[in-house]
């Protein structure tokens, strides 16, 4: 036993955490994004939960916040629908999830397509079949779409 114990080994203890090893990563997310949600989604207490921030970030977000609350509802829609809308390469990434899927999801997929996704891909057809999808194919072949899409 002495002998295995000099070949194994010995234990160390673990380095007390340092105050950068603690800390929370820095915002993956530009702060200008951050007060458009907030703005939306929480109006009432959008200054409440900005001001949790770091001093300096509270700060800019803040203001981020009172120039968001005083566009007008349609300007400030239009700017989440850039923000957080369909992807630049959105029609790519669709189209090479309909190249690789098989033929029964493909089908499925091109029936859920919003028309002017559809007109993309006149090389497919959807099927004029009416026969009843699985409910499990059309939850997937819509996540897909999703997932293609943002």
Not at 14 to 31: I, R
Request: proline share 7%; with cysteine; hydrophobic share 45%.
């Amino acid at each position: 036993m002495r002998m295995a114990r000099k070949l194994l080994p010995s234990r160390k203890e673990a380095p007390q955490a340092t105050v950068a090893d603690v800390t929370l990563p820095a915002l993956s997310l530009p702060l200008e994004r951050i007060a458009l949600v907030v703005c939306v989604l929480a109006r009432e207490r959008a200054a409440e939960l900005l001001g949790g921030l770091v001093d300096a970030e509270a700060g800019r977000a803040l203001r981020h916040l009172e120039r968001f609350a005083a566009m007008p509802s349609a300007q400030r829609q239009a700017k989440v629908s850039v923000e957080f809308g369909e992807r630049t390469d959105a029609a790519n990434r669709l189209a090479l999830f309909l190249e690789a899927a098989p033929e029964a999801l493909r089908q499925e997929a091109l029936r859920g397509l919003p028309l002017y996704h559809r007109s993309r891909f006149p090389q497919w057809e959807p099927s004029t079949s009416q026969s009843e999808a699985t409910p499990v194919l059309t939850a997937l072949a819509e996540r897909r779409i999703r997932e293609a899409l943002r």
